[in-house]
C-alpha cells in the first residue's frame, strides 16, 4: 500500500509569515508530485507541481523535492488570510514500479488558518 | 469551457436505494476517477479507468460500481451495500502519463436520510 503522509496540523500562521508545509511518501519510485489546495466545500486544485530535486518556485509558492529523504513541501511567503485552506499533497507513481501506474495517491492535508 | 462537469451537487439517498452520481468530461482525459472525502480525511480513490470499456478497483471499492462506456463518461453508483454513504464524491481526470496532474469536477455532496 503506497503511503503518502502529512502533518496533521491544524497550522496556523500570522499574516505575512512563512506557512511551511510537508509530505512524506512510502514508494521511492514516485516520479511526480502534486500540491492542492481545496477551500471548505470546494474541490481541490492544483497549485503546484514538481518533477525533479530542488525547489520550484512559482509567485509566493515554493515547492522543494527531495527524493533521496522521500519528502516534498510547500512553503507560502507572505501568507495572507486568502491562503488559510486544507493543502493536499498527491503523488504519482509513474512508470517504473513493474508497470504503468500514474493514478494519484493523496495524503490527508493539513489545514492551513493565516491569522489577520 | 473545458472542465468536468458532476451532478448533482446535492444528493439525498434513502437507506437501501442506490443512487448514481454523473461525471463527464470534454478534456479529452484518457484517465478517469472517483475519489470519496470525508471530514477532515484526504481522498481515498474508489475506483479508476484508464479507458474506455475498462476499469480497475481503488481502495474503498465496496459498495460502488463504474462503468466506462464513452471516453467522456464515468458515472458511479452508490449501493445499498455501501454502509455509510453519507459523504463527498470528486471525479477527476487526467491523461494517463507520468508527469500529469489530474483535474477535479465541483464534487457531489450525498446524505443518507
Known amino acids: 500500500q503506497k503511503e503518502v503522509e502529512q502533518n496533521s496540523g491544524p497550522l496556523s500562521v500570522p499574516e505575512g509569515a512563512i506557512a511551511s508545509l510537508n509530505c512524506t511518501y512510502s514508494d521511492r519510485v514516485s516520479q511526480s508530485f502534486f500540491w492542492y489546495r481545496q477551500y471548505s466545500g470546494k474541490s481541490p486544485e492544483l497549485i503546484m507541481s514538481?518533477?525533479?530535486?530542488g525547489d520550484k518556485e512559482d509567485g509566493r509558492f515554493t515547492a522543494q523535492l527531495n527524493k533521496a529523504s522521500q519528502y516534498v513541501s510547500l512553503l507560502i511567503r507572505d501568507s495572507q488570510p486568502s491562503d488559510s485552506a486544507t493543502y493536499l499533497c498527491a503523488v504519482n507513481a509513474g512508470d517504473l514500479s513493474g508497470g504503468s501506474n500514474y493514478k494519484l495517491t493523496f495524503g490527508k492535508g493539513t489545514l492551513l488558518t493565516v491569522n489577520p | 469551457d473545458g472542465g468536468i462537469t458532476q451532478s448533482p451537487k446535492y444528493l439525498f439517498r434513502k437507506e437501501g436505494q442506490n443512487v448514481t452520481l454523473s461525471c463527464e468530461q470534454n478534456l479529452n482525459h484518457d484517465a478517469m476517477y472517483w475519489y470519496r472525502q470525508d471530514p477532515g480525511q484526504g481522498l481515498r480513490l474508489i475506483y479508476y479507468?484508464?479507458?474506455?470499456?475498462?476499469?480497475q478497483k481503488g481502495d474503498i471499492a465496496e459498495g460502488y460500481s463504474v462503468s466506462r462506456e464513452k471516453k467522456e463518461s464515468f458515472p458511479l453508483t452508490v449501493t445499498s451495500a455501501q454502509k455509510n454513504p453519507t459523504a463527498f464524491y470528486l471525479c477527476a481526470s487526467s491523461i494517463w502519463s507520468r508527469n500529469t496532474e489530474a483535474f477535479f469536477g465541483q464534487g457531489t455532496r450525498l446524505t443518507v436520510v
Open positions: 479507468s484508464q479507458i474506455v470499456n475498462d476499469f
Open positions: 514538481i518533477y525533479s530535486n
